[in-house]
């Protein structure tokens, strides 16, 4: 038999139909409203592959060095083709379309989607790698079956399964054939807490197809419910702007405007939520663990597509990675400067100065330094704290010691000079203090040699409306950044990745070929959309300022600005070497076509409206489509804030605020420049009223607003754009837990003043 029924499957056929199809055919078993449908099982692929003699050319041609860009794209390549162009056996075809025809009059839609199996390996390790595809009659039926067969070996699912040492050909592939539900509304529904596992019911709705809601393109209405009481705690209703439906005329599935009249209405009914609470109690009572569920409403009745274990639930246990408080004896204090990342740690201090070996740093020292540089980065993974002469808490120190999880002190003056090499210090990077001696901390801030991969925090995680991002700048913290459960990364700068090659872009490119260059960045940037898919990873083109690339090799040919901050640098630079700026666009590209669906663009320090539809040209010239991305630019500068409507136009889906910049140039005062850091202020009312205005107009047309700024991670900052509207907010990773609190707390309170 080619293919199973849905009603005849359970859980423990997990080997030959794969995750999906088993948890569907559970809950079809279990009574619970599920759409009807089949699975071609694993054992139908694995047959074909071998009946057809393809199985050995098609393991060895995907058994290459995923690390060569060319080599995977060449082994997905074959591998599609020798899947795709190999004959069906004809019983195998008759049985699918067979089965498809008893499902209704021949004309069903039906959802086509994989279900990845392999043997003691966890299959939602798989998710999301493999296709799907919606509204799919008899004619293109079988085809579609085979798409989902090759699409066990797309550029994305090969690196992965490399990466984590999974043999290719331990892993087979079932496809699910489902009716398809032309949902009406649709969404999730945890049927307990997903942090604390309280009994409480929380269900997100939204217009349309399930996939606006599943991939965040939409925020949708939350609802939560006592599930002891049946009560609605609380609920609130969004703006949906957009919805997925299917097109009548081509049957595929699009994103339309939501009707006016439908945006701000509430989506569920007192029924339909009353039938979702029975449902969520019906599942997690079978499953006899709370679920996470994929819900629609189609005819005015409620179904299920989807179940899985909720994994996020926190066992009581609460830590963080900060240190606990030092003893406040002042006679020990040394220096002071701006605390730039959080924690406390001793150690012996190590000066480097720009001409030192970096493998002088021993595991646990205290790197002393002028400022660090990019070719520090694994000194400093290796250092149990940070202390800088100089910089502010946005320079390159005090943005990687927090994405390390290192406590760090920036623009201490003189702590090169004070400090001597082996003296012991206890740093406190939250107070802003070096003091002399290894004094009584509670906790080490990090265990030193793991700061890559150490857990940031593991307190329960709100549930907002407002999504909760993270910003990246190295590769390296990428795992540290997923695991705070954040929605996505709301910034991933790419500067540190080209500052780290030693040679400017330029220079680079004229030693090793654009090809190389281009395989730099797509390592980097792959690094951080594979952990964190298919949360959203928005990627930044390059803003680098001239005096940063002067210290590399090829920095001699960088122009001599006096201001270098207001000078050649991000837009402006790229719109200005348009070759190199197509190279980034060329690595987005690349890593669309390997699966990435989850990276978005963003382009920085635009001025007006023209900026914005260059930097888009270019992005439509190397073949990334503007209309089937999400796009945005930074509102960086006041004249881009001032003239937002001219920057919407252009078709932005998002904005994003770096007020890093948006200060500096708001208030006159060089972000850098530590005789005026007193009067960099974020928070001074020109700096909010332009913010403030930017967002009112971004929700007038609908174009989400975020922020990436530092102090997008300071809770007044938080406090003023929940309640402005903002669409998302980017913190530091040390900061993400204290910023969803925040958030969390805006929002409850805006919710209470509201009803009292
Ligand atoms: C900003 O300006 O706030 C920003 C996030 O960009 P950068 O710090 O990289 O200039
Ligand atoms: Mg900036």
Request: hydrophobic content about 40%; glycine content about 8%.
């Amino acid at each position: 038999m080619a293919v199973a029924w849905l009603e005849d499957v359970r859980s423990t056929d997990l080997g030959t139909v794969g995750g999906k199809a088993a948890s569907l055919g559970e809950l079809t078993g279990a009574g619970l409203p599920v759409p009807p449908g089949f699975v071609v099982t694993a054992g139908t692929y694995r047959t074909f592959i071998e009946d057809a003699g393809i199985d050995e050319e098609l393991f060895s041609a995907v058994d290459v060095d995923s690390e060569d860009s060319d080599a995977l794209e060449a082994a997905h390549e074959r591998a599609h083709e020798l899947i795709v162009e190999t004959e069906v056996p004809e019983h195998v075809r008759e049985e699918i379309v067979e089965a498809y025809r008893s499902m209704g009059d021949g004309e069903t839609f039906v959802a086509v989607r994989s279900s990845a199996t392999a043997e003691d390996l966890p299959d939602a390790s798989f998710a999301g790698q493999q296709e799907t595809f919606l509204n799919v009659t008899e004619d293109d039926l079988v085809d579609r079956v085979q798409e989902c067969w090759a699409s066990l070996f797309s550029q994305r699912a090969i690196y992965y399964r490399n990466q984590k040492g999974f043999p290719h050909d331990e892993v087979d592939i079932a496809v699910v054939v489902q009716t398809m539900v032309d949902a009406e509304k649709s969404g999730v529904m945890f049927t307990s807490h997903p942090s604390t596992g309280d009994p409480r019911i929380i269900i997100e709705a939204a217009w349309g197809l399930g996939e606006a809601v599943v991939a965040g393109a939409v925020s949708p209405d939350n609802y939560v419910v006592d599930r002891t009481t049946g009560e609605i705690e609380t609920m609130t209703v969004a703006t949906k702007k957009v919805m997925h439906v299917k097109d009548d005329e081509t049957g595929e599935t699009v994103e339309r405007e939501v009707p006016e009249d439908k945006r701000d209405q509430q989506v569920l009914t007192q029924a339909e939520i009353d039938r979702l609470i029975e449902l969520g109690k019906k599942v997690e009572e079978h499953y006899g663990e709370p679920q996470d569920v994929e819900w629609a409403v189609a005819g005015g009745e409620v179904y299920m597509l989807q179940s899985r274990p909720i994994t996020t639930i926190d066992d009581g246990a609460s830590s963080t990675a900060e240190g606990g408080e030092s003893d406040d004896d002042t006679d020990d204090h040394l220096l002071s400067g701006l605390g730039a990342s959080p924690g406390t740690a001793a150690g012996a201090v190590r000066v480097v100065t720009k001409l030192d070996h970096l493998d002088q740093v021993s595991e646990g020292d205290v790197i002393v330094t002028e400022m660090t540089m990019p070719d520090m980065v694994p000194a400093m993974k290796r250092a149990a704290a940070i202390v800088t002469d100089e910089g502010g808490m946005t320079s390159h120190a005090a943005i990687i010691s927090r994405e390390l999880g290192v406590p760090a002190v920036v623009g201490c003056g003189g702590a090169t000079r004070t400090l001597e090499n082996g003296q012991m210090v206890t740093v406190d990077g939250e107070m802003g203090t070096v003091r002399n001696g290894t004094l009584a901390t509670d906790a080490p801030a990090v265990e030193p040699g793991s700061n890559d991969d150490g857990p940031v925090g593991t307190r329960p995680k709100p549930v907002t409306a407002t999504e909760v991002k993270v910003n990246v700048s190295i590769p390296e913290a990428a795992s540290r950044a997923a695991q705070t459960g954040a929605d996505g990364v709301g910034l991933l700068r790419i500067e540190h990745l080209v500052l780290s090659l030693g040679k400017t872009p330029e220079r680079y490119i004229a030693d090793e070929g654009s090809e190389a260059y281009v395989k730099e960045l797509m390592d980097g940037v792959r690094t951080v959309a594979e952990e964190f898919y298919p949360r959203p990873v928005r990627v930044r083109t390059l803003d680098a300022p001239t005096d940063e690339f002067r210290q590399l090799e090829g920095g001699e040919d960088e122009p001599n600005e006096h201001n270098p901050m207001l000078g050649y640098r991000g837009i402006r630079r790229s719109l200005d070497r348009p070759e190199v700026f197509e190279h980034e666009l060329e690595a987005f590209k690349r890593l669309y076509e390997m699966g990435y669906d989850n990276l978005e663009i963003m382009f920085p320090l635009v001025t007006d409206g023209e900026d914005v539809a260059a930097a888009r040209e270019h992005m439509a010239s190397v073949g990334i489509d503007p209309t089937k991305r999400d796009w945005g630019v930074m509102i960086e500068t006041p004249a881009s804030a001032m003239g937002v409507e001219d920057i919407i136009d252009e078709g932005v889906d998002f904005v994003s605020f770096g007020t890093n910049d948006l200060t500096q140039y708001v208030l006159a005062v060089d972000r850098n420049n530590e005789h005026v850091s007193d009067r960099f202020d974020e928070l001074h009312p020109q700096v909010l009223a332009i913010m403030g205005d930017t967002i009112d107009a971004c929700r007038a047309a609908g174009v989400d607003t975020s922020i990436c700024g530092q102090a997008g991670s300071h809770p007044e900052m938080v406090d003023f754009l929940v309640r402005k509207g903002i669409t998302s907010i980017s913190a530091n990773i040390d900061a993400v837990a204290d910023v969803l609190d925040e958030v969390s707390r805006v929002e409850s309170r805006l919710i209470l003043d509201s009803v009292r």
